[in-house]
């Protein structure tokens, strides 16, 4: 008999990827989202939020992270006993509050898969499992769910810290520099001067742009954030008061503290390899 998956906020973007993947897997699968219309081969539209997770062994949250403790406390109590929670927001740890407070009777899986709709296999992606009540049974049932991924485990309040600056900060900047080269009236000249760093750049800033805009502020209002973000205000400021007040060493001094220090954990020159093959690729 096939396990019944329900994928609540079935008509987002991860939504949609959800209900291929489980469908994929040959799940039952249930997709419900009332702001979203949306239409799958092989899955079931339910008009009813009740209606959707009454039966499920397994319910999907792919829903807005701000909504997503209050959508916990309103189908826990109607979900059967036995079936797992699945949740997948970018920030934690309002939501792994909301997770403990679950009757006993429902088994909450805490995730953050670090990766998006456009994917083809899970093979070797990363998701990060935060444990709510009981570590290693909880991401025993990740593993089995998505076999093949990377797992990392962390609890709630380290991983809004380290996303601060995984998604957060890197959204941040890239929002801004989006914002600059949106408004270059002549970007075919831009481009056509460019070289591997800014093409790899405006790749990347392009293609975060592609996400939803309650997504992307969801990510960077991340209150861990704003020590990063102070930081980088902070030493932006310097730099360019420095260079303007021509204290060449202090510059020069500051870019050899930064290479130091990355060279503790990075190989630099493999980097620049990577970004090499990342031109490769992006030029193809």
Known sequence: MKKKVTVLGAGGKMGQWFTKYFAD???EV???DPENKFSSKNIIVSESLVGAILK???????TPTRRTPEIIRLIAKEMKRGTYLI?????KTKVATSLAKMPAKINP????PMFGPGIKTIKGQNIISVPIKDAKSELTVAKSLFEGANFVTIDAIE????IAVILGLTHLINLVFAKIISKDEKMMLTEKM?????RVQKTLAESIMTESPELIETIIANPEIRRFAEELWKDVGRLLTDIQESKTEDVVNYIKGVQEKLTEHTDLNESYKRLAKMV?????
């Not at 499920?56 to 792919?62: P, T």
């Not at 991983?159 to 380290?162: A, E, P, S």
């Not at 460019?194 to 800014?198: I, M």
């Not at 490769?280 to 193809?284: N, P, R, S, T």
């Open 280 to 284: 490769k690729a992006v030029e193809k």
């Open 109 to 112: 899986i805490c995730i953050h």
């Open 56 to 62: 499920a062994d397994y319910v999907v949250l792919a």
């Open 25 to 27: 897997k040959n799940f």
């Open 194 to 198: 460019s070289g591997a760093t800014f």
């Open 30 to 32: 249930t997709g419900f």
């Open 87 to 91: 949740e997948i927001s970018s920030e």
């Open 159 to 162: 991983h809004d810290k380290k």
